[in-house]
């Protein structure tokens, strides 16, 4: 799954992970967390989600990281946003307001402005990378975040043998053994969606569950 595939899709219009909404479970989940006011939040592998400008609306400052520059380019256009931009190693930045999106490769992200986030969504981010590649990614971008940083992280979870991904699904056992390290997910809510999900049912997926974790860094 390299940044071709993504790139493509984007171009193709086959973003259908795109909500047009904010993500119900953001809402619920986000305030109890406590993320101190003002904090810098990390949204990794941002897409144009609806998720970012609904925190920016929370006072925090947003950080989303995307390395397709047409998802980026559409986000600011569809918010009628004119961001001022520069280039930096991560990518080139996009700035309005209290957003900042950097359109490049997540795994560029320096350690310096991961230290920064004291708050992070991983919504459809994890799940978006196939296996071999997970380690290394949490590995980079938790591995990074300041201790005591807090956020959601937002799977699926299915039989993987009964359709392809992504999003790929992420089972709690997997989650538990990416994240014993340095950083705790801890399981607030799993529901079944199945009914919910029209390309999981035409695919014949028997059984879809989506979970929500709190994670905090350092404990
Ligand atoms: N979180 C978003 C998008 C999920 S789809 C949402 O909820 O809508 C995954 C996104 O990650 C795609 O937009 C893809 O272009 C982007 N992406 C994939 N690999 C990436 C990488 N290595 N670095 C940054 N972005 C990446």
Redesign the pocket.
């Known amino acids: 799954m390299d ?1 071709e595939f ?1 790139l493509g ?2 171009r193709e219009g086959r973003t259908h ?3 047009p909404q904010v993500m119900p479970l953001l809402r619920k989940h986000w305030p109890a967390l406590e993320v101190p006011a003002g904090a810098r939040v990390l949204v990794p ?3 144009k ?1 609806l ?1 970012m400008p609904w925190l920016a609306s929370q006072g925090f400052q947003v950080l989303g ?4 520059e047409l ?1 980026v380019e559409q986000f600011f256009a569809e918010h009628g946003l004119q961001p001022a931009t520069h280039d930096s190693d991560q990518g080139r930045h996009y700035v309005a307001g209290n957003i900042e999106l950097i359109c490049g ?3 560029k992200l320096s350690a310096q402005t991961l230290a920064g986030c004291q708050g992070v969504y991983d ?3 994890l799940i ?1 990378l196939p296996s071999g590649m997970r380690p290394a990614y949490v590995d980079h971008v938790y591995g990074h975040l300041p201790q005591g940083c807090k956020g959601l992280l937002i799977t699926l979870d299915y039989p993987q043998d009964e359709m392809n991904g992504p999003p790929f699904s992420v089972p709690d056992e997997e989650i538990r053994a990416l994240f014993s390290r340095r950083t705790s997910a801890s399981l607030l809510e799993r529901r079944d969606i199945l009914k919910e999900e029209d390309k999981f049912l035409r695919a014949g997926v028997q059984r879809l569950d989506t979970a929500v974790y709190k994670l905090e860094t350092g404990k």
Not at 65 to 68: A, D, F, H, L, T
């Open positions: 940044a993504w899709r984007w992970f795109h909500q592998l941002c897409g989600s998720d990281v995307e390395i397709s998802a490769d997540i795994f919504r459809a981010a978006a």
